[in-house]
């Protein structure tokens, strides 16, 4: 990895006594959009407040461009944040507040101008100059605090849940923006959210975390394909997960059959979980089937049905499936090797990372 | 049928408003066009704008007013910000207000008290070789004495508008490059004027018209128009006079409200 721009060097959180960092070690590379998803109280924002100078780690360093930052007081870092609740100053209008950095670092008037008219129009709100906070619709209030915080030109963008106060309509628009926006202003963003649908489309990198650790990090699809354990795996969008034991290399049990797979590296008999995407499965008729269940329930999503059944040791299956079926009759279930994804109990990011490139290769 | 019910609703509000309100306020205008004799005249208001007397009671009035409410607000804003920043503010808050559950008169005479020539504090500077002093009845012993009985009303209304800024407003401030003092000149301050605002009304207002700090602490040395009404009233009969200061009185009281009104310009204020 080429010179990383923020590195978390051991970084420990307690407040009280409490811990809500636990040794978190990770590096962000310059100009891409990362993203630290978990549920809420996993320590994702503290994450967030420290890079930005609002939190002190307990133990450990931080270095900004291999320097150590966590001494540096807020406003002397060249990070800007986005605030959930876009903490525009109300008694200031727009133009004004996004002036607030640049008058500050003493720029002269009508380089401030020209600045706040270039960052209008890079959220699609030119001629906003005038208007005051008050009368902006919650949208609006986020483009503005978008303008506000790139009028800096900092050298990373923290963005604290951004989105969850917008309508669903709203946020999927903005996603879309926020993408865009990193792409052409090459900065790097570092994105906070519990919404995993979010941290996927978004993201070039994402921290799942929980509990105070990073329990994986990777490109979107690599988590989503290969969940390193049942907390991910749940997490990251809709799964089946099972249990089972790991025959051999390439061969898994579970359902009393052996199933084809493309995981290896464990030890003989070893139990395992597996992961099958409901997305993956394929409903056919019981003979054919690789395995068999009972349809349980069946609901119409508009884009496709969501089937729910079990299997002979009650098992619950979530198939996705764009056809229709009866509740209460047995079907059989295909999928692929490929599909199937094991993870096995307890192994750190650390082992799963060796371990599948022992055999990927 | 709904409007009929809403109107029924008012009448204690309207009841009160035109017998505690409009009514005393027009007998005041009423009076204050007659003279001692009982006779229609505008002489009270003529004999006010000429009189260099009444003129400089007024200015002192509203001089004293001033200082009263400067030397409150010089106290209250710091004191307001710290107790904002204390883990019981509520408590600490609370035990500022409760001296306000006291009688004025009550504080008023215990201030005599301390200030007299052989009152604790007297009693204080001679023991560390100070002399005793003249305290009471001098312009510092009233300023201070009023400045203590107004500093909660100063207080409570500073305390609330610090306690309503949202706390990411701040760290916004210092995340766009703001030092701590630029963040309290640029982001506290203005959001607080509206609670400065109220506290100056409700301590500059009442100042206007103290009587009686002015006469058992200030000892008629200072002559505010709110004595000069008392006097009116009391002891030379002119209620027509009394009732013409009062009116003066009521429109400085406008003023005030005019001048410290909220303001809401289109395009942002100035800076």
């Given at each position: 990895?080429?010179?990383?721009?923020?590195?978390?060097?051991?970084?420990?959180?307690?407040?009280?006594?409490?811990?809500?960092?636990?040794?978190?070690?990770?590096?962000?590379?310059?100009?891409?959009?990362?993203?630290?998803?978990?549920?809420?109280?996993?320590?994702?924002?503290?994450?967030?407040?420290?890079?930005?100078?609002?939190?002190?780690?307990?133990s450990g360093e931080i270095l900004f461009e291999g320097k150590r930052i966590d001494l540096t007081p807020a406003n002397k870092r060249p990070i800007n944040t986005i605030f959930q609740d876009y903490a525009l100053f109300p008694h200031l209008n727009v133009s004004q507040n996004i002036a607030f950095g640049l008058e500050l670092k003493k720029m002269s008037k009508t380089d401030i101008q020209a600045k706040v008219a270039e960052s209008l129009r890079m959220v699609q709100l030119s001629g906003y100059e005038n208007r005051e906070i008050d009368a902006l619709s919650g949208g609006q209030k986020q483009r503005i605090a978008i303008a506000r915080a790139i009028a800096n030109e900092p050298k990373v963008l923290l963005l604290d849940e951004p989105l969850s106060a917008l309508d669903h309509k709203l946020r999927k628009e903005m996603q879309v923006e926020l993408r865009a926006l990193q792409q052409r202003l090459g900065i790097t963003?570092?994105?906070v959210t519990h919404d995993q649908e979010e941290a996927l489309a978004l993201s070039d990198q994402i921290f799942v975390m929980n509990d105070g650790r990073i329990l994986q990090s990777g490109t979107p699809v690599d988590i989503y394909d290969e969940p390193i354990n049942h907390f991910v795996a749940d997490f990251i969008g809709e799964s089946n997960i099972v249990p089972g034991t790991m025959t051999a290399?390439?061969?898994?049990?579970?359902?009393?059959?052996?199933?084809?797979?493309?995981?290896?590296?464990?030890?003989?008999?070893?139990?395992?979980?597996?992961?099958?995407?409901?997305?993956d499965l394929d409903i056919t008729s019981a003979d054919k089937g690789k395995m068999q269940v009972t349809v349980d329930s069946q609901l119409f999503r508009g884009v496709?049905?969501?089937?729910?059944?079990?299997?002979?040791?009650?098992?619950?299956?979530?198939?996705?499936?764009?056809?229709?079926?009866?509740?209460?009759a047995q079907v059989g279930l295909v999928f692929d090797p490929e599909d199937i994804h094991i993870m096995r109990f307890g192994e750190d990011e650390e082992t799963f990372d060796a371990r599948l490139d022992s055999y990927e290769e | 049928m709904e409007m009929q019910k809403k109107s029924f609703f008012m009448v204690p509000y309207l009841a009160w408003i035109a017998l505690f309100v409009v009514a005393p306020m027009a007998l005041i205008l009423y009076q204050s066009l007659f003279d001692i004799t009982g006779h229609f005249t505008f002489s009270n208001y003529t004999s006010y704008l000429e009189s260099?007397?009444?003129?400089?009671?007024?200015?002192?009035?509203?001089?004293?007013?001033?200082?009263?409410?400067?030397?409150?607000?010089?106290?209250?804003?710091?004191?307001?910000?710290?107790?904002?920043?204390?883990?019981?503010?509520?408590?600490w808050l609370l035990l500022i207000i409760l001296p306000t559950w006291i009688n004025l008169l009550l504080k008023t005479y215990a201030f005599i008290g301390l200030f007299s020539q052989n009152g604790s504090v007297n009693d204080f500077l001679r023991f560390v070789g100070a002399g005793s002093h003249q305290i009471l009845f001098t312009d510092f012993s009233f300023i201070f004495v009023a400045s203590y009985i107004e500093i909660p009303f100063m207080i409570l209304p500073i305390f609330n508008s610090l306690d309503e800024i949202n706390p990411?407003?701040?760290?916004?401030?210092?995340?766009?490059?703001?030092?701590?003092?630029?963040?309290?000149?640029?982001?506290?301050?203005?959001?607080?004027?509206?609670?400065?605002?109220?506290?100056?009304?409700?301590v500059f207002i009442p100042s206007l018209s103290l009587f009686m700090i002015t006469r058992l602490i200030g000892g008629n040395r200072v002559i505010t128009l709110g004595t000069a009404i008392e006097e009116h009233f009391l002891v030379t009969q002119n209620w027509g006079m009394g009732?013409?200061?009062?009116?003066?009185?009521?429109?400085?009281?406008?003023?005030?409200?005019?001048?410290?009104?909220?303001?809401?310009?289109?395009?942002?204020?100035?800076?």
């Open positions: 990895m080429a010179n990383p721009i923020i590195e978390f060097k051991n970084i420990s959180k307690k407040y009280d006594d409490t811990p809500v960092l636990k040794k978190i070690d990770f590096e962000i590379e310059s100009g891409k959009f990362y993203t630290l998803l978990g549920p809420s109280g996993s320590g994702k924002t503290t994450i967030l407040r420290m890079i930005a100078g609002f939190e002190d780690p307990t963003f570092i994105f290399d390439y061969l898994v049990h579970f359902d009393h059959k052996d199933f084809e797979c493309v995981d290896a590296g464990m030890r003989p008999n070893e139990p395992v979980e597996i992961v099958i995407r409901p997305e496709d049905y969501q089937i729910t059944g079990h299997d002979a040791d009650d098992h619950e299956w979530t198939i996705n499936s764009i056809h229709q079926t009866t509740v209460g | 260099t007397t009444y003129l400089k009671m007024t200015f002192n009035s509203i001089w004293y007013a001033f200082l009263i409410t400067f030397f409150t607000l010089l106290i209250s804003y710091p004191t307001a910000y710290l107790l904002n920043r204390l883990k019981n503010k509520r408590l990411s407003l701040i760290n916004a401030s210092r995340d766009l490059g703001a030092s701590a003092w630029q963040t309290f000149k640029r982001v506290i301050v203005p959001l607080t004027m509206p609670g400065v605002k109220s506290g100056f009304q409700a009732s013409t200061i009062g009116v003066i009185l009521i429109i400085a009281m406008f003023v005030v409200m005019f001048l410290t009104r909220e303001r809401k310009s289109k395009g942002g204020q100035s800076r």
